[in-house]
Nanobody, 124 residues
C-alpha cells in the first residue's frame, strides 16, 4: 500500500510561485508513474502533470510552461513547482501514483493512490 503525504501550498498573489511536495512510502515508488491533479471549487478533477519512471513528463495545456513536475528518487519525493500563478489556478491539489505505466497529464481516475490534498489559493 503506497502512502502519499503532501506538503506545501498556501496562498499567494497572482504572478507568484509555490512548490508542492509529495513524499511516498510503502511501495515501489521508483516503479510508479506519478502525477498531479487538481480540483477547483464547483468543478470536476483535472489532471495537470505526469512524470514517468524514465523522467519523461507531460503537461496539460493549462499549466504548460508555468508548472514543472519533478521527482527525487533518493528522497522518494515528487514535486510540483508552480510559477506565474493566476486566480484560475486556485484549487485543491493532489499528488497521485499509478502502478501501471504509461500515465499522462490528463489522468484522473486511472491513478491507484492519491495524497491527502493541499489547498492553493491565488488572489488577484
Amino acid at each position: 500500500q503506497v502512502q502519499l503525504v503532501q506538503s506545501g501550498g498556501g496562498s499567494v498573489q497572482a504572478g507568484g510561485s509555490l512548490r508542492l511536495s509529495c513524499a511516498a512510502s510503502g511501495g515501489a515508488y521508483n516503479k510508479y508513474c506519478m502525477g498531479w491533479l487538481r480540483q477547483a471549487p464547483g468543478k470536476g478533477p483535472e489532471g495537470i502533470a505526469a512524470i514517468e519512471t524514465d523522467d519523461g513528463t507531460d503537461y496539460a495545456d493549462s499549466v504548460k510552461g508555468r508548472f514543472t513536475i519533478s521527482k527525487d528518487n533518493t528522497k522518494n519525493t515528487l514535486y510540483l513547482q508552480m510559477n506565474s500563478l493566476n486566480p484560475e489556478d486556485t484549487a485543491m491539489y493532489y499528488c497521485a501514483a499509478d502502478t501501471e505505466a504509461p500515465c499522462y497529464s490528463d489522468y484522473v481516475d486511472e491513478y491507484d493512490f492519491r495524497g491527502q490534498g493541499t489547498q492553493v489559493t491565488v488572489s488577484s
